[in-house]
């Protein structure tokens, strides 16, 4: 049931959770638990990096057809390096207390690239159906 709720729903579970990373990255920096800057950088990096795995991952699952399947997944990657590169600017520039960073970037793209390394291996775990 969780596998076809994911499937079918993916475009739905995308947006909201789109939604929740704009959410979270919009919180001043006072919300935001505080560590030492080791833990951070490393914490801090993997938390981007996972959030856009997952935002990445159900964009790909959303598009079902095998009709120009490459073409439309590097799209889709795009499009999510694109919503982390807005969030950063964002961030740096309208975003009260936070700071935008090019690292914080760069761990977005890296977790939207591995989610297009891994999705065919998802689609199959899921048993998503491709048309």
């Given at each position: ?55 990445t991952s159900l964009m790909l699952l ?56 891994f999705i065919n291996r998802i689609k ?8």
């Open positions: 049931m969780l596998k076809q709720l994911v499937c079918n729903k993916s475009k739905l579970f995308a947006f909201f959770w789109a939604l929740i990373i704009f959410l979270l990255c919009s919180l001043p920096s006072k919300y935001i638990p505080e560590s030492n800057l080791l833990d951070l950088l490393s914490f801090d990096k993997l938390v981007h990096a996972s959030l856009f795995f997952v935002l959303s598009y079902k057809s095998k009709k120009k399947q490459l073409l439309a997944s590097i799209f889709l990657v795009n499009v999510a390096i694109m919503y982390g590169a807005i969030l950063e600017l964002l961030q740096a520039k309208f975003f009260s207390s936070r700071s935008g960073d090019w690292l914080d970037f760069i761990a977005n793209s890296i977790g939207s690239f591995m989610a297009l390394v199959l775990y899921l048993n998503c159906k491709v048309h």
